[in-house]
């Protein structure tokens, strides 16, 4: 069992930044890849940003250059540094943990936390 709480979420104005944590607890050694999702109202979750183990990253292309995702292994969290951000980046954000192959269970979701940007 893997449990994920966001925190950092809020309200900022457009050209402002926010610092969302994730912070992992239980079988945390068996997570392959941390991911940030995120679902603006009336529409799809979508992929923000990943980070493997090995620390390899990947960015949707709408946050490339504004959005920074880091993990600090000691403290079992995964960060997404958010800068310059713009209304459309309003939604929930939430963290997704997916396990190695052969897990029992795949992966694991947070109850995500709300990101509201402001024109």
């Known amino acids: 069992q893997v449990q994920l709480v966001e925190s950092g979420g809020g309200s900022v104005q457009a050209g402002g930044s926010l610092r969302l944590s994730c912070v992992a607890s239980g079988r945390t050694s068996s997570i392959n890849l941390m991911v940030w999702h995120r679902q603006a109202p009336k529409k799809q979750r979508e992929m923000v940003a990943s980070i493997m183990s090995s620390g390899s990253t990947n960015y949707a292309d709408s946050v490339k250059g504004r959005f920074t995702i880091s993990r600090d292994n000691s403290k079992s969290t995964v960060y997404l540094q958010m800068n310059s951000l713009k209304p459309e980046d309003t939604a929930v954000y939430y963290c997704?943990?997916?396990?190695?192959?052969?897990?029992?269970?795949?992966?694991?979701w947070g109850q995500g936390t709300q990101v509201t940007v402001s024109s």
């Open positions: 997704h943990a997916v396990m190695t192959p052969g897990s029992a269970i795949s992966d694991y």
